[in-house]
């Protein structure tokens, strides 16, 4: 099976329990623990590896995350370990985030710029973006030095890039397009 598939199809099965059981925010804060914890190299590490046995990864997720998730999110884990695919646990925490602000009605935004953007004009535009695409935005911010100025903002599959990184992309494209010979 596509791994894409088994990370959704789990987290879908979380999602609507979390639901009928109006429990929602407090599974989306487990999945947000659990996906920042599977960030760590080292539980990464222990999550694919194979010698370890189930039981024995089981009992390490539950003293990791026992006492501060729900018991439907600890029932995931441990029906997740219990067929072999703790691997998927990360994925699994991602969609579960992913499908819980798409449900509030959340977009997530990604705004790149070259230097820190003050937060005035952070506001400016999360206010615009969300005026615009009608939804609330949750705005991350990247800083990335290579983009020179100007900014990328990308909001769900669209994608604005008004650097001068790629400003200057165009204009040497353009003319290294164009010949210069006699005329």
């Known amino acids: 099976m596509n791994d894409s598939k088994i990370s959704v199809r789990y987290s879908r099965a979380l999602f609507q329990l979390a639901l009928e059981k109006k429990i929602l925010d407090q599974v989306n804060q487990d ?4 996906s920042e914890v599977c960030k760590v190299p080292e539980v990464k590490e222990f999550l694919h590896s ?3 046995y189930p039981s024995k990864k089981e009992a390490i997720l539950h003293k990791m995350f026992g006492d501060n998730v729900q018991k439907i999110t600890l029932s995931l884990i441990d029906l997740v370990v219990k067929n072999g695919r703790e691997k998927y ?4 925490s991602r969609v579960f985030i992913h499908e819980t602000k798409k449900y509030k009605g959340i977009t997530e935004s990604v705004l790149t710029t070259a230097v820190k953007v003050d937060e ?3 506001k400016e535009i999360t206010d615009l973006v969300s005026e615009v695409f009608k939804t609330k935005i949750e705005l991350e911010e990247n800083i990335d030095a290579e983009i020179i100025g100007g900014f990328i903002l990308r909001v769900d599959d669209k994608y604005i890039d008004a650097s001068i990184r790629n400003k ?4 040497r494209k353009e003319l290294m397009g164009s010949t210069i010979g006699p005329e």
């Not at 999945?31 to 659990?34: K, S």
């Not at 646990?89 to 699994?92: H, L, Q, S, T, V």
């Not at 200057?168 to 204009?171: A, G, H, V």
């Open 31 to 34: 999945m947000i623990l659990i």
């Open 50 to 52: 194979p010698i370890i």
């Open 89 to 92: 646990i990360p994925a699994m």
């Open 120 to 122: 005035k004009i952070k």
């Open 168 to 171: 200057l992309r165009k204009i």
